[in-house]
């Protein structure tokens, strides 16, 4: 298979992040038309009054996180403890009472790049997407490299998310995994994906 360009990922990375932030935006559209046609009832204005902030705060936890794994290597969220700020408001935003997604390990040091602090984003979008019923999220710091290791009822890669670390993508949703083999490859390093019963993860070395 051909290998992918920066304009092919762009093109996907685009795609999943309209899919990801078409659903708070639309719940957001969707509570202004219920207070609009609610007219004097307060309770229900104050119930659709609190939608709208938790909608407001999934897209805007959301928007911080995507700008942070998919733009360029800059601003605040790439930077020690501000990351692991970036992904807590992400997976806070990302589950419900039945599917919690929890971060129980974020390295507080690491190569101090911001390029070094993407890729552990990264890992986190890339833990996120193999928990479908929700689970731990651990990246830990190894030789000053980001580190992958997810725990959680049916925790795993999918074929398309594991085509997706190996640089292929043939599904939009797992650009994020083609996207840390290529920035990774161009920083002189290795990834390489394990799995085991209720558990997976990525490591990252050098070559």
């Known amino acids: 298979m051909a290998e992918h360009t920066w304009d092919d990922l762009g093109a996907a990375a685009a795609v999943r992040m309209c899919h990801d932030l078409a659903g708070p935006a639309g719940a957001l559209a969707n509570g202004l038309e219920l207070l609009d046609a609610g007219g004097g009832d307060d309770g229900l204005a ?6 709208l902030r938790l909608s407001a705060q999934t897209l805007g936890a959301r928007l911080d996180f995507f700008r942070a794994v998919f733009g360029l290597p800059t601003g605040r969220a790439l930077k020690p403890g501000t990351a692991a700020a970036v992904a807590r408001a992400y997976l806070a935003r990302l589950g419900d009472a039945q599917r919690v997604y929890e971060l129980s390990e974020f390295p507080d040091a690491l190569e101090d790049t911001p390029e070094h602090w993407r890729l552990a984003l990264t890992l986190v979008l890339i833990g996120a997407d193999a928990l479908p019923f929700g689970g731990r999220i651990a990246v830990e710091a190894k030789d000053g490299l980001p580190q992958l290791r997810v725990a959680g009822r049916r925790a795993g890669f999918t074929e398309a998310a594991q085509a997706a670390l190996e640089g ?6 797992v650009v994020a995994g ?3 083999v290529k920035r990774a490859e161009s920083m002189g390093l290795s990834v390489r994906l394990w799995g085991a019963a209720e558990s997976c993860g990525v490591g990252i070395s050098p070559v």
Not at 46 to 51: F, I, K, P, Y
Not at 168 to 173: G, I, S
């Open 168 to 173: 292929q993508v043939a599904d939009a949703h």
């Open 46 to 51: 104050a119930e659709v009054r609190g939608l």
């Open 178 to 180: 083609a996207m840390l």
